[in-house]
């Protein structure tokens, strides 16, 4: 990789918690290794002034998204909607996210889910913004809100993407980039599999820190500079340089978030 290359994590929570004793340390890591660029999803009201708190720490290098996150859209979901449709009115956000539909790990506020995620596209039309997609077991369920959704003014990027072949080229038919991270270098992550097939051009890339570290080190803290491991593997499947996919996906990044 050559010193100049800017390498671009469009998906990471830096304001988490598992950050606290060493965030510095951690962000000094990632821009030694070239990634430069942060892009932040959030995750409810109880999250934002740790982000606004990170941004203003590092201003050169952070950049905020909105969103209620599936996985807590609960009884609270429309104050919470609120909370997101006040912030996105009084200041610059780059996406709305991460937003979706999360049927891993509770399938009782299903109904609320779907509507928090519709509401929020709309939102997104509104400011003319990107969307971030959060999804976990609910392909099917997502497809059908993009769809009813679709339109010129509807992109974005499918976060963590981890379906099938068929269900890329469907994502990508709604004007989304495939968010590719840690999974791609797993045994059974099977997204390498057919990810040759897919032109680069629908590609960013994105840790998920402090989730869903890549190999060598999965099971343990993810973090930004781990990136690297990520483009590795892509160079592989491409037949590209390092440099080229990381100059590639974050050229696809400015092409989604416009910054």
């Known amino acids: 990789m050559n010193s100049t290359t800017i390498i671009t994590d469009t998906h990471t929570h830096l304001y988490s918690e598992e950050f606290d004793q060493d965030r510095d340390e951690m962000m000094q890591r990632a821009i030694n290794a070239g990634v430069t660029r942060f ?21 050169d290098y952070v950049f905020l998204m909105m969103g209620l996150h599936p996985t807590y859209v609960k009884d609270n979901y429309l104050e919470e909607l609120q909370h997101v449709e006040t912030e996105l009115s009084k200041r610059k956000f780059y996406a709305v996210g991460e937003i979706g539909i999360d049927l891993y790990w509770d399938k009782t506020h299903l ?18 913004l990107p969307i971030v997609i959060h999804c976990r077991e609910a392909f099917d369920e997502i497809f059908e809100i993009l769809e009813e959704e679709k339109s010129a003014d509807l992109f974005g990027i499918f976060h963590c993407f981890t379906g099938t072949y068929e269900q890329a080229l469907q994502a990508i038919s709604y004007n989304m980039k495939l968010g590719i991270g840690g999974v791609v270098t797993f045994k059974n992550g099977k997204i390498d599999q057919f990810l040759h097939q897919i032109d680069l051009k629908h590609i960013v890339l994105e840790t998920d820190s402090p989730y869903l570290a ?20 892509l160079a592989k499947i491409y037949e590209l340089s390092d440099t080229e996919i990381a100059e590639l996906t974050t050229q696809n990044s ?4 416009g910054i």
């Open 111 to 128: 109904k609320e889910q779907q509507i928090a995620f519709k509401r929020q596209i709309q939102l997104a039309k509104q400011y003319k």
């Open 214 to 233: 890549p190999i060598p080190y999965r099971g343990k803290r993810n973090e930004s500079s781990y990136l690297t491991n990520v483009i590795a593997k």
């Open 254 to 257: 400015k092409d989604v978030f």
């Open 39 to 59: 892009f932040i999803p959030a995750i409810d009201a109880a999250a934002t002034q740790s982000m606004y708190d990170l941004e203003q720490n590092y201003p």
